[in-house]
């Protein structure tokens, strides 16, 4: 199962951030299943959610805690893709102040 795990360091204050751009699996090679986490050290970060066309969560806040996400209680979106479907998820600081470390973790499982 391959799994997608990027840190986001430093966003600047009202910065974006696309964490699975350039990743190996941003655009899956096979069916799958697709489990997502984002966790932030921080309040003030929300997340936009694609997989495919489908809108998994649009403004919605990242978990925020000061631990690496925990399998399955952190992994709150999850969607059935298919073989080119896109990964895809902006990050935006909306709380006006810089935050160190987002941790954005992709499970994928294919079926």
């Excluded at 655009?27 to 003030?44: K, M, Q, R, S, W």
């Excluded at 298919?82 to 909306?94: C, F, P």
Aim: charged share 15%; hydrophobic share 40%; no cysteine.
């Amino acid at each position: 199962m391959p799994t997608m795990r990027v840190t986001t360091t430093n966003l600047a204050a009202n910065g974006t951030a696309f964490p699975l751009q350039g990743q190996q699996y941003e655009y899956l090679p096979f069916d799958a299943t697709v489990e997502i986490a984002i966790v932030a050290n921080a309040a003030g970060i929300v997340a936009d959610v694609y997989s495919g066309g489908d809108l998994l969560q649009q403004n919605g806040p990242a978990t925020v805690k000061t631990t690496p996400p925990v399998y399955p209680d952190d992994f709150l979106l999850r969607d059935d893709a298919v073989a080119g479907d896109r990964l895809s998820v902006q990050l935006r600081e909306t709380a006006g102040i810089a935050t160190t470390d987002i941790e954005t973790v992709v499970m994928i499982t294919p079926i």
